[in-house]
């Protein structure tokens, strides 16, 4: 079991709302993956005398850190499909279309572009179920997939029910991005925690999981 509060930190002239949470962890871990606020997940042994030292020491970094978290203002007029930048118009017809030569997407309207949105996400994974079908560690068989947009998680999996979750902003960034959050939630299927034989898995199975990781941390969800 874990418990958790919220306290609010000044961090070099600004305050900081902090979500901290006690967890069975062997050390303590920062994150910057929910807008307006910073996780803390605490190792139970440590105090909360010593975790607010900790955060007045590395206050201006924090504060850094957090500054550039925040989710970016979003241009209305443009459309981003797998790091491709297209200018948004107003279709007339039922459906999304893209004209690749003028680098322009029309879409007549929100449900469409759910559908449109929906399809490629679909026919991206089923790429991704083909490159690694045969990984030699872990059976895809009778996988279910879904996506929806998601405010702080990446992807998540249920190991029992073989049902793996990924969040559809992953379809307006690199395509290395979605790649590696598929082959993390499918690792899962065989280990469900993040213990070294997790990450030895993920290793094997996609081996440059590290810095696609790191790049992947620094976005920001809208």
């Not at 962890?25 to 105090?47: C, D, L, Q, W």
């Not at 990924?166 to 925690?193: K, P, R, S, W």
Request: proline residues 3%.
């Amino acid at each position: 079991m874990s418990s958790s509060h919220v306290k609010t930190v000044t961090c070099d002239g600004l305050d900081i709302p902090f979500k901290f949470i006690k967890k069975n962890n062997k050390y303590t871990y920062f994150y910057f993956n929910e807008p307006g606020i910073i996780k803390v997940h605490m190792a139970k042994r440590t105090s909360m005398k010593h975790m607010i030292k900790h955060i007045e020491d590395e206050q201006i970094k924090l504060k850094e850190r957090f500054i550039e978290a925040q989710p970016k203002s979003q241009d209305p007029t443009l459309y981003t499909l797998f790091n491709k930048t297209y200018k948004r118009l107003d279709g007339s017809s039922e459906d999304v279309s893209i004209n690749e030569e003028e680098s322009t997407i029309s879409i007549p309207s929100e449900k469409a572009l759910q559908i449109f949105e929906k399809r490629h996400m679909e026919r991206a994974i089923d790429t991704l179920i083909k490159t690694y079908k045969n990984n030699g560690y872990i059976n895809l068989d009778n996988v279910t997939y879904r996506f929806s947009y998601m405010k702080s998680r990446y992807g998540s999996c249920h190991k029992q029910k073989r049902k793996i979750h990924i969040n559809t902003h992953l379809l307006h960034y690199d395509v290395l991005f979605l790649e590696y959050v598929f082959c993390h939630e499918i690792c899962h299927l065989e280990v469900a925690n993040h213990s070294k034989a997790f990450y030895a898995l993920l290793e094997r199975i996609y081996p440059n999981y590290k810095s696609v990781r790191k790049r992947l941390k620094k976005i920001r969800l809208r």
